[in-house]
Structures are given as C-alpha cells and as structure tokens.
C-alpha cells in the first residue's frame, strides 16, 4: 500500500493518521527527531515529559510499558526514577527504536529499559501485567484510537494508571491562534531543514496536532473506553496536556 492510500482507496486528508503514512514518517525522520523535538519546543519537551513521570505515580516495584517511545526519552525519564523494576519500550517504527537502542548504551540509570517493535493498537503483552502505561506524542498517531484504549485497558492491572502526554488546544483564544501560526509557519521550515527537505513528513506532524480532539473530548473518549478517575493538566497554556485514567 502507497503512503497516499488511507487503506480504503481514499488519499488520507492532511493530518489524518493512516498506520503507513505514520510509520513510513517516523522511519524516515528518526535521525533528526530528538533535534527537531528540542528545537521545536525550545527545550519545552523535557519539562513535559518529567510532568508526565509526575503524573504516573510511579510505586515501587512498579512495571512500566511506554508506548509509541521512539527515540525513547520518556522510558528514560521514568526509568531513571529508580522506582520501577521494568520499563519496557515499545514503538512500531524500528528505525526510532534503534535510536533508542544507541541511547540505551549511554543510560546506566538504576531500572532496565527493554525495546519491542509492537503497535500501539495491537499489544503482544499478557492481561493485567503492568501497573502503569505512558505513551508520549503517540496517540495522535493512531488510526485508532478506540482500539488502543482497549488494549492498554487490557493489558493494566485493575488499579493501573494509563498517562497520555499529547498536544492540545489552548483554551485561551490569543495564545492559541499564535500557537498555530507558530505551528504553521515554523515547523515545517524547521523540520525541512533538519531532514534534508523532508517538508511533508512535517506539515503532517502540524496538521495532525490540529485535528487532535480537544481536552474534554479525549477524556470523554477515555471514560468511554472504561477508564474511570479521569483527569487532566493543561502545561504551556495548553499547547500539550497530560491526561491521566484509571483502570
Ligand atoms: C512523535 S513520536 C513520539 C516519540 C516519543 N514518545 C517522544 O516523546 O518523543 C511518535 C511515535 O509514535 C510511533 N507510532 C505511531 N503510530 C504507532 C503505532 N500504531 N504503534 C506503535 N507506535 C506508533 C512512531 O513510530 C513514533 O516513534
């Protein structure tokens, strides 16, 4: 299937995640990802992921999956919490994994972090055998967002805590309407110049943050799903929340 087929016989629309436009994407820019996330978000991505650490409640002993981990920085951040006994990272795309492979030899933090290649949508993990599932800038990516709140439902213990970090809409009406000028105009310009002119995998990675639902409506999406004690923290006036829910 070309990357231009939503799987259907229709070309996706900007921004619409189909599971080879996303993969062939993050295979494509994995070498210049963790640049373009630092110098997109001014170093902002750091802050967001160690919030997002926060908002796991890790307990010792804790067994951790990190879902859509690419190059891996919040398996990372929550393995060099100490706290867990596992991290496992998983991300479809094994060229962001491989990166996060070569990271892994320079982390000696105090928990283990292990890598599989698995799709978000589809888990290879046993019921019940995690405590906590992050997943950082991934969601948007889905085709299907439905099929992997069931899966991460799945796979939690009961009592288990499912951390969504993702982009969001800025509820104030000024912030917002610089946010996606800024969105518009920097980003792919940026992105661009660090792949080598790779203009489309980035204008995706705007018009997908664009068509992200809102707040409210992820987290009427997750209680849907069975998830129960909803939240959410708005960071940066809201360009990224981090929902949280419990199984
Ligand atoms: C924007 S990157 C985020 C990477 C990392 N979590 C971070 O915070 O920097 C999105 C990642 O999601 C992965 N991804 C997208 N769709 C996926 C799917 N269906 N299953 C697994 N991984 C997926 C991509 O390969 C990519 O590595």
């Not at 373009?36 to 804790?62: Q, T």
């Not at 203009?199 to 999406?221: C, G, H, V």
Request: with cysteine; net charge neutral.
């Amino acid at each position: 299937m070309s990357e231009d087929s939503a799987g259907d016989g229709r070309t996706p629309a900007p921004g619409e995640a189909t599971t080879d436009r996303v993969r062939g994407i993050f295979g494509r820019i994995a070498g210049s990802y963790d640049a373009f996330n630092l110098l997109s978000s001014m170093g902002l991505d750091r802050l967001w992921r160690r919030a997002a650490v926060r908002a796991a409640h890790l307990k010792p002993g804790a067994r951790v999956l990190d879902l859509c981990a690419g190059t891996g920085d919040l398996a990372f951040a929550l393995a060099a919490t100490g706290v867990a006994s596992a991290v496992v990272a998983t991300d479809f795309a094994p060229e962001m994994l491989e990166v996060a492979r070569r990271k892994a030899a320079r982390f000696s933090g105090p928990t283990e972090v292990t890598f599989s290649v698995a799709d978000a949508q589809s888990l290879p993990f046993d019921d019940e055998s995690f405590d906590v599932v992050t997943v950082a800038f991934g969601v948007r990516n889905l085709p299907d967002r439905d099929a992997n709140f069931a899966e991460v439902f799945r796979v939690l213990k009961p009592g288990g805590r499912y951390v969504v970090l993702e982009f969001s809409r800025p509820p104030f009406a000024p912030w917002r309407a610089l946010y996606h000028v800024y969105l518009r105009s920097v980003i792919p310009i940026l992105g661009s110049m660090l792949s080598g002119g790779d203009r489309a995998s980035f204008q995706y990675l705007n018009d997908s943050i664009r068509r992200f639902p809102d707040q409210a409506k992820l987290a009427a999406e997750l209680r849907a799903a069975g998830f129960t004690a909803i939240g959410w923290t708005n960071h940066t006036g809201g360009i990224v929340a981090i929902h949280t829910a419990v199984r």
